[in-house]
């Protein structure tokens, strides 16, 4: 069984920046798709980033290009989502997702999911 487990999360000021970690067991991690997801009160999960398995390829959703990057560090089996510029419209619990191969933005074509961590940025 694949696990992750995402941590990092907790309370910015707008402007702020927070770094996640994503930690990953159970599988060979460097063949694993990994990407981002978030959910705020009252709003469909929706997709943040993802990053290749050879970490050579990575894409973002609009709302946070250019603020967040996300990384992967497979010989420690983690995954990375630095986010700088943080606003208010940040504020969700955030899932780290994996998969074989190319998934896509679709959280419907990832297996595994973390129990999520909480991120609020206050005004």
């Known amino acids: 069984q694949v696990h992750l487990v995402e941590s990092g999360g907790g309370l910015a000021q707008s402007g702020g920046s927070l770094r996640l970690s994503c930690t990953f067991s159970g599988g060979t991690f460097g063949h694993y798709a990994i990407a981002w997801f978030r959910q705020a009160p009252g709003k469909k999960r929706e997709f943040v980033t993802h990053i290749s398995w050879t970490g050579d390829f990575t894409h973002y959703a609009d709302s946070v290009k250019g603020r967040f990057t996300i990384s992967r560090d497979n010989p420690r089996n983690a995954v990375y989502l630095q986010m700088n510029r943080l606003k208010p419209e940040d504020t969700g619990v955030y899932y780290c997702?994996?998969?074989?191969?190319?998934?896509?933005?679709?959280?419907?074509?990832?297996?595994?999911w973390g129990q999520g961590t909480q991120v609020t940025v206050s005004s």
């Open positions: 997702a994996a998969n074989l191969g190319y998934s896509g933005t679709d959280g419907e074509a990832y297996e595994y």
